[in-house]
């Protein structure tokens, strides 16, 4: 197959709030363009885009997956991206290869927390926008108080562009004002608009010419001379409008009856750019062929898939490439085309379309290969930051080499999903957004990599430091036959400003007159250090400390670092108790958006979470708590907030600062770790 000439592509993200639809709507328009031979469904496990066994258990998008159909001489290139937001990383980088952003909209729950926040991430893109109204046929679905809230809360630049005949379960087609025809359920191909419409459809499309016409001169002239215009004519203004990102078209349906696919396909063909018209902002210098990697899939069998959006082209398989990052060459070798889980390999991609390549050796999700080496600058996702860890362990004893390389794998995949070493407790932590991320990678340990582990609950990152001034002397002392130890030294700790810098620790070396040698004060330095990395309150390292050797005495022959070492450790420790030792732990900046009616429950239980409110900030029935919440309370939010509100609630958080523990909080985490560190030793 030859590559497509870029102006007969369009590149289209799939995208918004968690179970909107958005599955179904591609699994409607595969159907539509004949892709499939029958609407597969999401309660079956028979959709193209869900084939992960994963999504068939949860019923809901993992990942992005990549689908393309061919209408009206045009390729179309679908993402479509999950809506959860614990598996936002897809859906941020598939914004970053399109040309255009299809916001899809419960008819019932209308614009929710993510559809807001996708918007604005297509926005900040400059993506052209369609909005399509889903879900028309349940109870209390209402198209045009979905539309007055998208005017009202994304942009008042949305218009209709179809209506809905009929709502709820009577819902039987829709009309499409552009074309001024209707699709009915069941009936193959346009149909007449029923005459009980007429004065509603006249009104909106009315709407819909003004918000036209506005967008060209030319037009405007024509419409104000009385002229009747063509369809084409109003298509041709509109398509420039949406490429300006001047218009955003509404339209409607209903996914799982396959009912305004066709309409909704004419749509993306009429209303989206292609890539010969916006283009691309990502950078490839002067090369003559790049591609963007904006996607990585974790297969087990076929290794690494990386997904990539020809920048400048066409490549095929035998194009050889320069990672700028790495300087390594990479050939592509045989290139592929996704559709869910099956692909289908081709000669070449040209410029604008998607493709996918197996097995390069050192790419990662966010590089720019080119054809020789150019300085640029690769696009930053600007993925979100993790807000929850768990310690994972494997199983069985033997194993954590594989589930660390599981993990790399996954989170090659995810970048969202990080792994390290815990430096306090020595546990390996996996971060994500949310638990749900997390337990997903856990399930494809054992599922893709045959690794079994358990995840433990969290530790809250504590730290120690002091309040006041402390000086101390030890003397570390044997000296009973032979060769003895002998180190001795005194130092005054003072707590620096700023204490929550996770650097603060200062060594002052004030010996004078040479009673300690040279050679054996950074001894003591390492001594305190080593003490420092478990306080003694908790357990928890140690921060925001200036340490001063003020004096000491050494002996001729039995000193030595090791016993300097000691003696610095020891002495910090006497210092230390006596430095009036304090507990601090970490505080998440937490943004909760909920509905109006469980605001009271939500607030009340982050009173007894410690919180402490910050605003409040209603819009369009649901309402946007910020607050100020101790780490250690809301490990397992989760779960409270989807019980408090229905699933209906959202979040996120982010690390602000370390502040004191209050002490009667302080006294049980100390009682708990001394009780911990008894039995550790017992
Ligand atoms: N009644 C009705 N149900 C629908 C419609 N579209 C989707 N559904 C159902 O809604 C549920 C969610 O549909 P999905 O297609 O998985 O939604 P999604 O937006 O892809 O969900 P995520 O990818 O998890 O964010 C499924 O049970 C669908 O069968 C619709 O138009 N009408
Ligand atoms: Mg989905």
């Known amino acids: 197959m030859p590559a497509i000439e870029p102006g007969k592509i369009r590149n289209i993200a799939v995208v918004g709030h968690r179970g909107v639809g958005k599955t179904s709507l591609v699994e409607a328009m595969l159907f539509q363009a004949g892709k499939t031979n029958r609407l597969g469904s999401i309660e079956q496990g028979t959709t193209v885009s869900d084939w992960d066994d994963d999504e068939h258990r949860r019923q809901m998008s993992l990942s992005g997956t990549l689908e393309h159909l061919e209408w009206h001489e045009r390729k179309i290139n679908l993402i479509d991206c999950p809506g959860d937001a614990g598996f936002q990383a897809d859906t941020f980088a598939a914004l970053r290869v399109v040309e255009g952003a299809l916001v899809v909209l419960s008819g019932v729950m209308g614009v929710e927390v993510n559809s807001t926040r996708v918007w604005a991430r297509a926005e900040e893109y400059e993506l052209s926008r369609l909005v399509f109204v889903n879900m028309l046929d349940r109870e209390r679905a209402d198209f045009f108080r979905v539309l007055d809230a998208a005017r009202s809360q994304l942009s008042d630049r949305c218009v209709a562009i179809q209506l809905p005949i009929g ?171 996704l559709q869910g889980k099956d692909n289908e390999p081709v000669d070449a991609v040209a410029v604008g379309d998607l493709g996918a390549v197996a097995k390069l050796k050192d790419v990662v999700t966010g590089d720019v290969l080119v054809d020789h080496e150019v300085p640029v600058e690769p696009p930053h996702i600007d993925f979100p930051q993790p807000v929850m860890s768990f310690a994972i362990s494997p199983k069985a004893k033997g194993d954590e080499e594989k589930m660390a390389a599981g993990l790399r794998r996954l989170s090659e995949e995810d970048p969202t999903l990080q792994m390290r070493r815990d430096p306090q407790t020595g546990e390996q932590l996996l971060s994500g957004l949310s638990q749900m991320q997390v337990e997903v990678a856990v399930d494809r340990l054992h599922g893709r990599f045959h690794v079994d582990v358990e995840l433990h609950p969290p530790r809250v990152p504590y730290k120690e430091t002091i309040r006041k001034e402390a000086r101390a002397r030890h003397r570390y002392k044997k000296q009973t036959g032979g060769r003895g130890q002998f180190g001795d030294c005194e130092i005054v700790i003072t707590p620096m400003e700023e204490a929550d810098d996770a650097t603060t620790y200062e060594f002052v070396d004030k010996i004078v007159g040479g009673v300690i040698s040279q050679g054996y004060r950074p001894a003591v330095d390492k001594g305190v250090r080593e003490a420092m990395e478990h306080g003694d309150l908790a357990g928890a390292p140690v921060y925001g400390v200036r340490v001063t050797l003020v004096d000491g005495m050494e002996h001729a022959v039995d000193s030595s670092e090791m016993a300097f070492k000691i003696a610095g450790s020891l002495a910090f420790k006497d210092a230390y108790q006596k430095a009036d030792p304090v507990l601090l732990e970490p505080i998440m900046e937490l943004e909760v958006t909920v509905p109006d009616d469980t605001v009271g429950a939500v607030n009340g239980d982050l009173n007894s979470r410690r919180g402490r409110l910050h605003g409040m900030e209603p819009v369009g029935g649901m309402t946007t708590i910020r607050a100020e919440v101790p780490m250690a309370e809301i490990l397992t939010y989760n779960q409270a907030l989807t019980s408090m509100t229905g699933g209906r609630g959202d979040y996120h958080m982010a690390f602000l600062r370390y502040d004191e523990v209050p002490t009667h909080v302080a006294q049980k985490i100390i009682e708990t770790t001394k009780k911990e560190r008894e039995a550790a030793k017992a």
């Open 167 to 337: 709502s709820e379960h009577e819902l039987s087609g829709i009309v499409d004002l552009l074309h001024m025809s209707a699709y009915t359920v069941g009936a193959d191909g346009p149909q007449p608009i029923p005459d009980s419409m007429a004065a509603q459809v006249q009104e909106y499309r009315e709407k819909l010419l003004d918000a036209v016409v506005e967008t060209s001169e030319d037009l405007m002239a024509r419409y104000l001379d009385g002229e009747e215009l063509p369809a084409e004519d109003v298509a041709a203004a509109l398509k420039g409008a949406v490429t300006r990102d001047e218009l955003y078209p509404v339209a409607c349906g209903v996914a799982t009856k396959n009912l305004g696919a066709t309409a909704l396909l004419d749509l993306l063909v009429e209303g989206v750019p292609s890539p010969a018209r916006k283009g691309t902002t990502i950078e490839f210098g002067d090369a003559k062929q790049a591609v963007f990697v904006f996607k990585t899939i974790a297969d087990p069998f076929a290794g690494r898939i990386s997904c990539f959006r020809v920048l400048a082209g066409p490549v095929t398989g035998d194009t050889t490439l320069v990672d700028p990052r790495t300087h390594a060459k990479e050939r592509l070798g045989q290139i592929l085309l």
